[in-house]
């Protein structure tokens, strides 16, 4: 059964510190990898995507990484912020990327980033 | 630029009735996505448009769910006889061509039916 795992479901920090979200999927075939950020009240918004070759990709104080052996992912957040209190989701995309219903979604992260 | 833009952000319906569902997608994004998302869940797939070709409704839950997309641009989703299993966010997500990756999301619309 296709399916994304996330972990921890919910997390809370103090600014300043680190964190770093889990993801474990049993997706097959396997063509990208995603995380989004989603603010209460938005829709989803891209951080990184990674392909097979991929085993690392940053962006900003966010950093995902991607060991396609195990089937697992982590997003390493840096020097967390107050607005980086959001869920995390994390998706895999089945087969060609981006087309139809091969997106398999996680349920998310819920990070809180307090003072 | 624009992006995605969903309206109304909030909906709130009695049991039995219809609901209309509006999405603008970015100018030029060929393909069109609605998913839901109900609390404490991921997002679930709907419906899939790509240009011409016949949508991918392989994610409709129920006859009670349809959607359309006129002249490749705006789409509405209609719930028919709402249930209160249709309570959600409706996200809609729209891409360019030849993109095959990154989805742009709307802020989606807030179902609550009563």
């Known amino acids: 059964k296709n399916q994304v795992e996330q972990s921890p479901q919910s997390l809370i920090i103090l600014e300043g510190k680190n964190c770093t979200l889990q993801?474990?999927?049993?997706?097959?075939?396997?063509?990208?990898l995603r995380w989004y950020k989603q603010d209460t009240g938005r829709g989803p918004v891209s951080l990184t995507i990674m392909t097979f070759s991929e085993n690392t990709k940053s962006n900003g104080r966010y950093t995902a990484t991607l060991d396609a052996d195990t089937k697992q992912s982590s997003l390493h957040i840096t020097a967390s912020q107050l607005s980086d209190s959001a869920s995390y989701i994390c998706?895999?995309?089945?087969?060609?990327?981006?087309?139809?219903?091969?997106?398999?979604f996680g349920k998310g992260t819920k990070l809180s980033v307090k003072p | 630029g624009a992006g995605v833009s969903q309206s109304p952000s909030n909906k709130v319906t009695e049991k039995g009735k219809d609901v209309e569902l509006r999405c603008d997608p970015i100018s030029g994004h060929t393909a069109l996505y609605w998913y839901r998302q109900s609390l404490g869940q991921g997002l679930e797939f709907l419906i899939y448009f790509q240009g011409n070709s016949a949508p991918d409704k392989s994610g409709l839950p129920s006859d009670r769910f349809s959607a359309e997309r006129t002249g490749g641009s705006v789409s509405t989703l209609t719930i028919q006889r709402t249930q209160q299993e249709d309570s959600a966010v409706y996200l809609c997500a729209s891409r360019e061509a030849g993109n095959s990756y990154e989805q742009y999301f709307g802020p989606g619309t807030r179902l609550t039916v009563t």
């Open positions: 993801c474990n999927y049993t997706v097959s075939p396997f063509s990208n």
């Open positions: 998706v895999v995309s089945r087969g060609h990327g981006g087309s139809q219903g091969n997106l398999i």
